[in-house]
């Protein structure tokens, strides 16, 4: 029996427990004995790791991802992928998705994790094509949740689905840690027992279900699963590696983990996370467990983003109520899964409702969108008369939403002229055109000691 690990300390654990701010410095000289560890890849660039690379760090995420490739070489590199929406959050044309993954295997990429927020495969087959054509590993992944739609049936037809575009694996991706065991055994168990395909489990320990989670996961025949170093795990972080290791060696699976090299790389990140926890980066509180989610079935970065709003609202007051109108704003939307920006359009869409005091009564641009089809197809059928009421005799979009994009490459690379070094660089404009700009403007200024400790409010290492 043998079950294999993807460490996730570099992306969902940094993304999860410090909103992405890890430097490239704060972990490159770790690199190396991360390759030695055993894992069978390890998940580095993508998901908000990009963004937060120009955003907040000036950091160029491509250089990120060649230093990162330059010191792993046996482990395989993965990143994970929006599908049609690449790192971003709108939909890009077929030339932007196709040149970016082509982009991201010459720079490094070994294993790309693909989905999309509202499982409609249809924004993810030209990713999966690219991804495949550069001989890259593409793993479909499926955005879990639970709906009177969202069936172990339905699960299965994604699989196949995915199965048939040639994907190489299927994540199940329990992005708001509400898997239960059972569920976890049951849909895996049913997964493996219609196609032959590896599976791989990915979830969070936020309301503390993920270490059980994971082990009947492995009972179920997962083959892979994601944990983080045990520094950086818990709370809205994966399980343990470590931890989750020793627990299943001990039932008798073979892991391929060298214990000794990854309590080394635990050393190395202990400090840091100490580092992060002094200068405020990284707040104790996520490292809790909070079953909330459980009761509200919402994840808990939704719930906190709802709280925020009624607070700057000034009405508190109301979050019973927004929490009792969540669900069904999510029903008349056919059970969109609660991942960016499904999310927050439908906690958005709630709050509004609540506080106007009318149901619809003013209709979100996003949720318009949605309705009109722009986000792909709905899981489960759309409230008829919301849909008729927000557009009126307009036809929705039947088809493919990038279907209605026009190229863009040529375009931007001419707008985004000589601030471009390369193809990367303008792959960066098309994904986050303003803040792409200022970086490229401000790369070559090399910020003086003082700022930059001002600026991560932080002490360097
Ligand atoms: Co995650």
Same mark, same amino acid.
């Given at each position: 029996m043998q079950v294999r690990f993807t460490e996730t300390v570099l992306r969902d654990g940094n993304q999860s427990l410090i909103a992405t701010r890890m430097p490239i410095e704060d972990f490159e000289p770790i690199l190396e004995t991360m390759?030695?560890?055993?894992?069978? %890849?390890?998940?580095?660039?993508?998901?908000?790791?990009?963004?937060?690379?120009?955003?907040?760090?000036?950091?160029? $995420?491509?250089?990120?991802?060649?230093k990162i490739k330059a010191k792993v070489s046996n482990t395989k590199l993965q990143m994970l992928l929006r599908g049609q929406n690449l790192l971003g959050y709108k939909h890009y044309p077929d030339d932007a998705v196709r040149m970016f993954i082509?982009?991201?295997?010459?720079?490094?990429?070994?294993i790309i994790r693909i989905f999309d927020a509202l499982n409609d495969l249809r924004n993810v087959e030209v990713a999966v094509d690219e991804t495949l054509k550069c001989g890259a590993i593409a793993s479909g992944a499926i955005s879990y949740t639970? +709906? $009177?739609? !969202?069936?172990? =049936?339905?699960?299965?037809?994604?699989?196949? &689905?995915?199965?048939?575009?040639?994907?190489? +694996?299927?994540?199940?991706?329990?992005? *708001?840690?509400?898997?239960?065991?059972?569920?976890?055994? &049951?849909?895996?168990s049913a997964i493996k027992d219609s196609i032959d395909i590896p599976v791989v489990l990915h979830t969070h320990c936020t309301t503390g279900l993920a270490y059980m989670t994971a082990i009947k996961a492995v009972e179920a025949g997962a083959d892979i699963i994601d944990t983080a170093i045990s520094?950086? +795990?818990?709370?809205?972080?994966?399980?343990?590696?470590? %931890?989750?290791?020793?627990?299943?060696?001990?039932?008798?699976? =073979?892991?391929?983990? &060298? !214990?000794? #090299?990854l309590k080394k790389v635990n050393d190395y990140f202990k400090p840091l996370k100490e580092k992060y926890i002094r200068s405020g980066l990284l707040d104790p509180a996520v490292l809790a467990t909070d079953s909330d989610a459980l009761i509200y079935q919402i994840p808990g970065g939704m719930l906190s983003n709802l709280i925020s709003q009624l607070k *700057?609202?000034?009405?508190? &007051?109301?979050?019973?109520? #927004?929490?009792?109108?969540?669900?069904?704003?999510?029903?008349?939307?056919?059970?969109?899964?609660?991942?960016?920006?499904?999310?927050?359009?439908?906690? #958005?869409?709630?709050?509004?409702?609540?506080?106007?005091? =009318?149901?619809?009564?003013?209709?979100?641009? =996003?949720?318009?969108a949605y309705l009109r089809g722009e986000y792909g197809k709905a899981p489960g059928p759309v409230n008829e008369e919301l849909k008729k009421k927000v557009l009126g005799d307009e036809e929705p979009i039947s088809g493919r939403f990038a279907d209605t994009l026009e190229p863009c490459f040529d375009k931007a690379k001419a707008e985004i002229g000589?601030? *471009?070094?390369?193809d990367e660089d303008v792959?960066?404009?098309?994904?986050?055109?303003? #803040? *792409?700009?200022?970086?490229?403007?401000n790369r070559d200024k090399k910020p003086e000691l003082e700022e930059v400790k001002a600026f991560y409010s932080i002490e360097l290492l």
């Open positions: 390759d030695s560890a055993g894992y069978y %890849s390890i998940e580095c660039w993508g998901g908000a790791t990009f963004d937060a690379c120009l955003r907040y760090l000036n950091e160029d $995420p491509w250089e990120r991802l060649r082509r982009h991201a295997v010459e720079n490094g990429i070994d639970t +709906s $009177p739609v !969202h069936t172990i =049936e339905k699960y299965i037809e994604l699989s196949k &689905d995915f199965k048939n575009m040639g994907v190489q +694996s299927i994540t199940i991706k329990d992005m *708001a840690g509400i898997m239960g065991p059972k569920e976890a055994y &049951d849909l895996i520094s950086f +795990s818990g709370g809205t972080s994966q399980p343990a590696t470590e %931890s989750v290791a020793y627990a299943l060696e001990q039932m008798g699976y =073979e892991t391929g983990l &060298d !214990h000794e #090299v *700057a609202q000034n009405a508190m &007051d109301r979050l019973d109520e #927004v929490l009792t109108e969540t669900p069904k704003v999510r029903k008349d939307l056919g059970y969109p899964p609660l991942v960016t920006p499904t999310s927050q359009m439908v906690g #958005v869409q709630a709050a509004t409702n609540v506080l106007l005091g =009318e149901r619809y009564k003013s209709v979100g641009k =996003e949720v318009k000589e601030l *471009a070094k390369n792959l960066s404009y098309i994904a986050f055109p303003q #803040v *792409a700009k200022t970086f490229f403007e």
